[in-house]
């Protein structure tokens, strides 16, 4: 479903995805970890079209077609949702016109009933209704923006879910509730692209069914199981690159 070939990305003229390949296949799960600086969100927020990537090299690919020219609302309508590892304010549009419009327009749902749907979905992720009528993230802690994020993402329930640090900040009971959204998501068929320092927000999915891909400075230089996740976070990346020879 999403095929990531060889990408080199820049910003501002600075290198810094340098050959990436990924592929993510309907309904897989894939983590990726990696040092702090060393391009994740890079290659989050260049999948879902942020406009300050450049990509210099290679091709992103998604149901077959090249996606790399086209804009982030239209690889939106395609199914890849991004939630950022900061989410944006975005003062004077209101959370509950925002997804009502999503749901009616994307969805083709009548705005009455998606006003009831998006009630029900906040309420599961501990929304009352009143900050519904708050405008986006505007005085939002970080923990409230990580749910929010998943909150918009269980409305549009995307083909592709990419995740950026959904369990930074966030409380342990916050962390419990977003892990069961996301694995919720998976079983409904979701493909997922997670990306975090902690095996935690992986709560009771088993090892086997995911894959974790490590990268540094730029490119993925390992790709394994899901139980690599225990042994990067009992040794650490230095360690880990030390063992595999990867090179810079
Ligand atoms: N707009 C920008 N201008 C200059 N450098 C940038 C810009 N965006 C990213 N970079 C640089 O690109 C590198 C990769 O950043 P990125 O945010 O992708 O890392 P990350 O793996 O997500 O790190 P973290 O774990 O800390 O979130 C960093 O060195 C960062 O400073
Ligand atoms: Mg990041």
Redesign the pocket.
């Known amino acids: 479903m999403l095929k990531v070939e060889n990408l080199h990305v820049s ?2 003229n ?1 290198e ?1 995805l340098r050959g990436v390949d990924l592929s993510v296949e309907p309904g897989e799960f894939h983590v990726i970890m ?10 989050a927020l260049t999948i879902a079209g942020h406009p ?1 990537y450049t990509v210099t090299g290679g091709r992103i690919l998604f149901e077959g077609d090249e996606i790399h020219e086209l804009g982030p609302d239209d690889r939106a309508k395609r199914g890849i949702f991004l939630a950022f ?1 900061v989410p944006p304010e975005v003062g004077g549009v209101k959370i509950i016109e925002f997804l009502q419009q999503v749901l009616v327009e994307l969805r083709g749902m009548d705005p009455v009933k998606a006003y009831d749907l998006i009630v029900e979905k906040a309420k599961e992720l501990w929304f009352r209704e009143e900050d519904l009528h708050r405008y986006i993230n505007v005085g939002f802690s970080g923990g409230e923006r990580k749910r929010l994020e998943l909150l918009q993402a269980l409305l549009v329930e995307p083909k592709l879910l990419i995740l ?2 959904p369990d930074s900040g966030v409380d342990v009971d916050s962390l419990s509730v977003i892990s069961r959204k996301i694995e919720e998501l998976h079983r409904k068929g979701t493909a997922v692209l997670l ?1 975090t ?1 902690y095996g935690r927000i992986l709560g009771h999915l088993d090892p086997s069914t995911f894959r974790v891909h490590v ?1 540094r400075s ?1 490119k993925i230089v390992m790709n394994r199981g899901g139980e690599f996740v225990k042994e990067i976070e009992e040794k650490g990346f230095q360690a880990i690159f030390e063992e595999c020879g990867c090179d810079e």
Request: glycine content about 18%; hydrophobic content about 25%.
């Open positions: 910003v501002e600075k810094i990696g040092p702090n600086g060393s391009g994740k969100s890079t290659l300050r590892q950026d640090e990306i320092h990268m730029g």
